[in-house]
């Protein structure tokens, strides 16, 4: 393995930078200053760490245009999106920057004395994130952990690791302790496992495939420690007949083909009652053909390029003897461009079960109720979903029978940072974001101080 990588501009197929892959004892190097760091981070009030992740957020802040065009250059986000992208880091901060002082632990009544609870950091925490949004989901963990009193090392994708190194280095600018938030670039079989392996490495999160996921969880469990794993997905975007179906249809190109389908939330599979099954391809098929595919620069853009050459091949894999019912448009070059695709599909086929990761969207239809969730739920994957329906009843019902950890009725709601985000099945372990997200980066700790004058 050679000692650097080559970014590549998905937009133009052209390599642009050569990043650092640092090897197994930097890594163990950037662990040991993490280590000391943390001590002091979570020795300082509280307000002084709130205080220092309030000014990390604003310094994020004043450079949201600057990661946004990063991510532009590095995974051929469109620009309005990586905007978002970039202003969400800053607000995931703000939003964390509260816990500092809201960590409270219980006083449990005892005979004979005061027992109370603390909520102690690991002290070093590893997180793994994967290339398809690499700012936010990082900062999902990264906020939450700092908050608690943790040092944080950080790992993202080979492929796009520039917003992340750029974050790192803001975070020293707005005064974080050197050391104390550390991103390290290089691949996951060398800097990932060390994070895995490492004794004083006490908590990972991963981000990436199920694969991949599972593996991290097995190496953690060797170790004896937390792992939250944020994994694969196979959403279902279900469409009853007594739906809003103009609206449904709208709105289903951006559920599955924002960020090119790049998406663990993906509502790659579009379930449709199949008294309105015709009815919702003739409303979904303009829709489709409208959705805006090209330059990642421009403002209009609602869809970029694929992250590389060889993800473009798999996800062309998947159209190979399909019964593709029609697509949208892409722009001809260089880049790593790839036309939305809708796919009739029945429920064993492999394009109704595994995750493609690119704009394809397997259309499947159903009975009755009942039918529409056994369709939803015949997948490994439970992360995310939508239900489309003007019956409040069969919107409770079906919400609660969908087993997955995140869904929406009437709409396709993207992540709120305040509220909890997380899959079931093979979609993942444990939950991030929401208000409880700073305490998961804490063990409690229950101390007994006896009272009794004897
Ligand atoms: P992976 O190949 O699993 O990679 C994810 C991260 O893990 C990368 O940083 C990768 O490093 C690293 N990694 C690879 N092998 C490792 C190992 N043995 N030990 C530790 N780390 C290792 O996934 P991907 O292809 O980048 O991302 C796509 C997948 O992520 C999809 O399945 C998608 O659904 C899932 N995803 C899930 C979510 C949530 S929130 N559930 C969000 C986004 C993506 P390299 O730089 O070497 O690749």
């Known amino acids: 393995m050679s000692a650097t990588f080559t970014l590549t501009d998905p937009s133009t197929g052209r390599g642009f930078r050569d990043m650092p892959r640092a090897t197994a004892s930097e890594v163990d190097a950037v662990i040991a200053r993490a280590v000391e760091v943390q001590r002091a981070w979570a020795g300082a009030a509280p307000l002084v760490r709130a205080d220092a992740l309030r000014r990390f957020a604003r310094v994020v802040e004043d450079h949201v245009e600057e990661l946004a ?50 909520h102690e950091p690991y002290g070093v925490v590893g997180i793994i994130v994967p290339w398809n949004f690499p700012m936010t989901i990082a900062s999902w963990g990264f906020a939450p952990a700092l908050a608690a009193g943790n040092a944080v090392v950080l790992k993202p ?50 981000t990436g495939s199920t694969e991949v996921g599972v593996e991290v969880a097995a190496g953690c469990a060797r170790g004896l420690k937390p792992v ?7 959403s ?78 798999t996800v062309a894999g998947f159209l190979d003897g399909a019964d593709v019912a029609f697509r949208g448009t892409a722009p001809e070059g260089d880049g790593f461009w790839f ?43 439970g992360l995310a979903g939508s239900i489309w329906t003007e019956n409040l009843g069969r919107a409770m019902r079906v919400s609660r029978a969908v087993k997955s950890g995140v869904l929406s009725v009437n709409s396709h709601s993207s992540v709120r940072y305040w509220t909890p985000f997380g899959g ?28 009794d004058a004897s």
Not at 264 to 289: G, H, K, M, N, T
Not at 432 to 442: I, K, M
Request: net charge negative.
């Open 69 to 118: 065009q990063l991510e532009v250059l590095n995974s051929g986000h469109p620009i309005e999106s990586a905007r978002w992208e970039a202003s969400h880091v800053a607000q995931v901060l703000n939003f964390y920057a509260g816990a500092p002082e809201r960590l409270s632990g219980q006083q449990i009544p005892v005979a004979g004395g005061l027992d109370v609870t603390f």
């Open 339 to 381: 036309a939305p695709a809708v796919v009739l599909a029945e429920p064993g086929d492999r394009i109704a079960q595994d995750e493609i990761f690119g704009p394809v969207v397997a259309v499947l239809p159903f009975d009755d109720e009942e039918d529409g969730i056994r369709l939803a739920n015949d997948t490994v994957y």
């Open 424 to 451: 079931m099945k093979a979609s993942g372990l444990g939950r991030e974001l929401g208000p409880d997200a700073a305490e998961h980066f804490t063990e409690t700790k229950n101390v007994f101080f006896a009272t």
């Open 157 to 206: 994708a080979e492929l796009t690791p520039l917003t992340a190194v750029r974050i790192g280095e803001l975070a020293v600018e707005a005064g974080l302790p050197e050391g104390l938030f550390a991103v390290v670039t290089g691949s996951g079989s060398v800097v990932g496992q060390r994070f895995v392996e490492h004794p004083d490495v006490r908590k990972v999160v991963f």
């Open 228 to 234: 939250t794993l944020e994994l694969g997905g196979k």
């Open 236 to 313: 279902a975007n279900i469409v009853f007949d007594d739906a809003d179906l103009e609206k449904a249809a709208a709105a289903a190109p951006g559920a599955v083909f924002d960020n090119a389908g790049q998406d663990c939330c993906a509502r790659s599979r579009i379930l449709v009652q199949r008294s309105v099954y015709d009815r919702f391809l003739e409303l979904l098929e303009p829709a489709v053909r409208d959705w805006r595919v090209g330059e990642p620069t421009l403002e209009t853009t609602q869809m970029g390029p694929l992250i590389s050459a060889a993800h473009r091949d």
